[in-house]
Nanobody, 126 residues
Framework: QVQLVESGGGLVQAGDSLRLSCAASGRTFSTYAMGWFRQAPGKEREFVAAISRNGGRTSYADSVKGRFTISRDNAKNTVYLQMNSLTPEDTAVYYC???????????????????WGQGTQVTVSS
């Protein structure tokens, strides 16, 4: 089992950047594929980005491609989401999620994550 704690959210202006962090507990972080999701008010939670357990494979939602970058540091048990060129449409609670991956390059489907953090609010003003 893994526990996840997000940080780094806040209030920024359109065009600004933010970097979210997700710290994981336990000694087995490197066995988990990690993902970022977000939920805007009145909308369903949506997939944002994912990274394989060895960091060698990533995936992004079309809405964030070219603006967001997911990365991980297995030595620090942390996954990051670098968000650039933010727009008001990026306003949401951002969640990180984990799935124990069978192979180093495996990425689960968006519905395949088992563990979730509590979320961090990102608000982008126009």
């Amino acid at each position: 089992q893994v526990q996840l704690v997000e940080s780094g959210g806040g209030l920024v202006q359109a065009g600004d950047s933010l970097r979210l962090s997700c710290a994981a507990s336990g000694r087995t972080f490197s066995t988990y594929a990690m993902g970022w999701f977000r939920q805007a008010p009145g909308k369903e939670r949506e997939f944002v980005a994912a990274i394989s357990r060895n960091g060698g494979r990533t995936s992004y939602a079309d809405s964030v491609k070219g603006r967001f970058t997911i990365s991980r540091d297995n030595a620090k048990n942390t996954v990051y989401l670098q968000m650039n060129s933010l727009t008001p449409e990026d306003t949401a609670v951002y969640y990180c999620a984990a799935h124990q991956a069978p192979t180093p390059h495996y990425l689960p489907s968006p519905g395949g994550y088992d563990y979730w953090g509590q979320g961090t609010q990102v608000t982008v003003s126009s």
